[in-house]
Each structure stands twice: as structure tokens, then as C-alpha cells.
């Protein structure tokens, strides 16, 4: 399975952009790159994702390398509930996707 | 509208007594997936279910079982517990899209186990 790795933390000030890096080297040509997150206590929720352009929704851009081996989650304004474990993953049509143990993002104030 | 459901949300269990956790989804979803989540680590894929009659194993499938009873309900069975299975389990789903590209997961909010 293609994986992903991330940097353990990151931190951030409120109110300030945050971007959160993602190396998938071995990404296959369909690999579809998804971003979830995980608050304290809840489920991973989906985030984000993209194949090969850039992504921009509600909650975070995604900008993705031209060849596609790394990506980056953007938070435009960081906010105290944005303070969670953020995953990359490789969404494969074979079904299994790996998350490996993400980035700790914490939020000051 | 319920998304996925797990029970139970909390049990404890003694070393070598067996449980079922039960996975529903209302989505109308394919594939379905089994995960533990370790105190301070990531998830790791116990068991993945990509239609209803098949499963397949994961990265940590010993000292589990697991039954895709119909397409809504993925279960996962302790049979003799261990403390080393101590964890929170999340169940998820997904479909496909218009494309047959598979899609986001959804999770339920986990079952949290001790094993004694």
C-alpha cells in the first residue's frame, strides 16, 4: 500500500495561515490524495480531496505538486477549533487506504 | 440523518471473555472498514469489507473476526479478549461516485474498550 508521511506537529498562531505538508512518493497515477481530521475524543472527519489540481472548499485548500509526490493542506485563518490531528491518505480503488499517524496541529491563542 | 452507527459506545471486558461491536450505516454505502486507534497514534486497518459477502484483512487482523451481515452492518468479533486489544475502534463507510472512484469515509464516533 502507498503511504504517506507527515510531519508529528505543527503549531500555529490563531488567526494566522497554517499549512501542513504531505510526501507520497510512491503515489500510483489513479491515487486520489484525501485530507481527514480528528478532534479530541470524536472520529476522523473528512477534510478535502484532489487528484491532481488544486482544491479549494469551505473548510481548507489543497494544493497539490505537479508531480503529485507531495501536497499541502491549507488553513487560511487558523482557529482554536481547528486544533486537531490532521491525516493525508491515499484514497486507492483497491479499497485499502493507510493513515498512518498524522500531524498534531495545535492553535494559540 | 445517522451517518454511521456504533455500538456499544463504552465496554470493559475481562481477559478471555468474547464481545461483538456493531457497525450500521444508512448511506446506502459499499464498503465498509474496521480501524483501532491506539492511546496517541494514528489508525490502523483492522478489517475491510468492499461489498456485502466479502471482507478482507488489514494490517492488524489477528484476534479478530468480522461478519458484513447485509449491506448496512459490519461486525467485529472479539473471541477471546486480550489486553492488548485495549483501544478505540472506529467503524467507517463509503460508496463510489459517478465515476465508480471510491469515495470519502465516513466514521462513527468509536467504541471505547478496556480489556482487563
Known amino acids: 500500500d502507498a503511504k504517506t508521511t507527515q510531519p508529528n506537529s505543527m503549531e500555529s498562531n490563531e488567526e494566522e495561515p497554517v499549512h501542513l505538508p504531505c510526501n507520497h512518493s510512491?503515489?500510483?497515477?489513479?491515487?486520489?490524495i484525501h485530507w481527514y481530521r480528528q478532534l479530541p475524543s470524536q472520529g476522523p472527519e473528512y477534510v478535502i480531496h484532489g487528484l491532481t489540481s488544486n482544491v479549494n472548499n469551505r473548510m481548507a485548500s489543497l494544493a497539490i505538486a505537479e508531480d503529485r509526490k507531495s501536497s499541502t493542506l491549507i488553513l487560511h485563518r487558523a482557529t482554536l477549533r481547528d486544533a486537531a490531528v490532521y491525516y493525508c491518505?491515499?484514497?486507492?480503488?483497491?479499497?485499502?487506504?493507510?493513515f498512518g499517524d498524522g500531524t498534531t496541529l495545535t492553535v494559540k491563542p | 440523518n445517522a451517518g454511521v452507527t456504533q455500538t456499544p459506545k463504552f465496554q470493559v471486558l475481562k481477559t478471555g471473555q468474547s464481545m461483538t461491536l456493531q457497525c450500521a450505516q444508512d448511506?446506502?454505502?459499499?464498503?465498509m472498514y474496521w480501524y483501532r486507534q491506539d492511546p496517541g497514534m494514528g489508525l490502523r486497518l483492522i478489517y475491510y469489507?468492499?461489498?456485502?459477502?466479502?471482507?478482507d484483512k488489514g494490517e492488524v487482523p489477528n484476534g479478530y473476526n468480522v461478519s458484513r451481515l447485509n449491506k448496512r452492518e459490519f461486525s467485529l468479533r472479539l473471541e477471546s479478549a486480550a489486553p492488548s486489544q485495549t483501544s478505540v475502534y472506529f467503524c467507517?463507510?463509503?460508496?463510489?461516485?459517478?465515476?465508480?472512484?471510491?469515495?470519502?469515509?465516513?466514521f462513527g464516533a468509536g467504541t471505547r474498550l478496556s480489556v482487563l
Open positions: 510512491t503515489i500510483s497515477g489513479t491515487d486520489y
Open positions: 448511506m446506502n454505502h459499499n464498503s
Open positions: 491518505i491515499l484514497n486507492t480503488n483497491a479499497g485499502k487506504s493507510t
Open positions: 469489507s468492499a461489498s456485502e459477502g466479502t471482507t
Open positions: 467507517a463507510s463509503s460508496g463510489r461516485d459517478s465515476r465508480g472512484v471510491k469515495n470519502i469515509q465516513y
